[in-house]
Structures are given as C-alpha cells and as structure tokens.
T-cell receptor, first 115, second 114 residues
Framework: KQEVTQIPAALSVPEGENLVLNCSFT??????LQWFRQDPGKGLTSLLL?????REQTSGRLNASLDKSSGRSTLYIAASQPGDSATYLC??????????????FGTGTQLKVEL | DVKVTQSSRYLVKRTGEKVFLECVQD?????MFWYRQDPGLGLRLIYF???????EKGDIPEGYSVSREKKERFSLILESASTNQTSMYLC?????????????FGEGSRLTVL
C-alpha cells in the first residue's frame, strides 16, 4: 500500500527566504505526482503536476522535482512571501489499472512566511 | 478556468438526518471523487466514479453512498448522519487518462452533525 510522507509537518520562515518542502513515497510505481496548496477552510488548489516521464516542472517562483527511483519529490519556493503561507500537500497517482485514478495524499506541510 | 462547484459551503444537521452533498464540474471530466479531510488524518477517499452510473468504493465508504446520473454531477449521500461524520468534504474531478490527470477540487463543504 502506497504511503506518502511530508516532512516537516510545519515550517516558519522569514519573508524572502528560499525554501524546500519534501515529499517521499514508498512505491515508486507511480504515473504522476501533484503538488497542491490549501488555504485554511478552503479546497485544494493544484500547483504543479509532474508526469512520470518528467523530472521537474516550474511555475513562477515554484519548482517541483521528481525522483521516482528514490521515491522523492521536492517543492522549491523562491523568495517566499507572506501570501505563500498555506498548507502544501503532495499526492501520487498509481499506475492506471482501468477506471479511476486514485491518488494517495501526504498529510501536508503547514508553511508560515513571516514579515 | 476549470470549475468544481460544491453546492453548500457550510451545513449543520442533526443525528439521523439524511444529507445530500452536491458537486458539479464543468470540464467534461470522466473521474469524480469524494474525499473527507480531518485533522491528523489527511484526505481519505470515500467514493469515486469514472463514468455515469459507475461508482467504486474508496478507503472509507461505510455510512456513505453516491449517485452519478449525469457526467457533470456527483452526489454524496449520508443516509443517516452521525456525529463522527462531522468533517470537511471535498469533491474533485479529472480526466481518466493519466497524461491529463491533474486533479481539481471544489471549495469544500464543512458539515457539522449535532
């Protein structure tokens, strides 16, 4: 059974700092990995999707990498801002076996960027 | 923009009541999902559907049922609500093929059962 772990569970950094969030998974047989952001009391917003054939994806100040063989992904946030404060979750998609695409989620890293 | 709309943001119900949570997506996605999210437990899959009238149990289906009569709409039903079903419920959708598997979520429905 796939297990997804995110460390640290919480992180507090000063504004302007570059930071890395980690995601590890136990079964490397995945099709893709997705990073999400969740603001308090809200749904999840998709940030980046890395397909199994890709090594990384970039969007603005965000860069996500994927190393399937080691079961790891990192989300790099450059020049952090207070507006980046949220919980960040990663999720892995299993090899498709006909119908459905059940993701396994990590429990998230709660990020606080302070002025 | 992709839109997944959950009909109710906040609901308060009494134990034993029947509860309907509605979700509509506008991107012609084949897959639709219902999750619940609880502190310390993360997101857990209740049910999902990959086609009209098709449904499959997720990790925690007990106490829930679902209905998918139209492609764009997926409903979660609590036949007899209980206090342990107090939670945040999240609907999501995506395309069936893994190459376009980006998952989109609604804003969530916060259910309190008294």
């Amino acid at each position: 059974k796939q297990e997804v772990t995110q460390i640290p569970a919480a992180l507090s950094v000063p504004e302007g700092e570059n930071l890395v969030l980690n995601c590890s998974f136990t079964d490397s047989a995945i099709y893709n990995l997705q990073w999400f952001r969740q603001d308090p009391g809200k749904g999840l917003t998709s940030l980046l999707l890395i397909q199994s054939s890709q090594r990384e994806q970039t969007s603005g100040r965000l860069n996500a990498s994927l190393d399937k063989s080691s079961g790891r992904s990192t989300l790099y946030i450059a020049a952090s801002q207070p507006g980046d404060s949220a919980t960040y979750l990663c999720a892995v998609s299993p090899i498709l076996t006909g119908g459905g695409n059940k993701l396994t989620f990590g429990t998230g890293t709660q990020l606080k960027v302070e002025l | 923009d992709v839109k997944v709309t959950q009909s109710s943001r906040y609901l308060v119900k009494r134990t034993g009541e029947k509860v309907f949570l509605e979700c509509v997506q506008d991107m012609d996605h084949e897959n639709m999902f219902w999750y619940r999210q609880d502190p310390g437990l993360g997101l857990r899959l209740i049910y999902f559907s990959y086609d009209v009238k098709m449904k499959e149990k997720g990790d925690i289906p007990e106490g829930y049922s679902v209905s998918r009569e139209k492609k764009e709409r997926f409903s979660l039903i609590l036949e007899s609500a209980s206090t342990n079903q107090t939670s945040m419920y999240l609907c999501a959708s995506n395309f069936l093929a893994e190459e376009t598997g980006e998952l989109f979520f609604g804003e969530g429905s916060r259910l309190t059962v008294l």
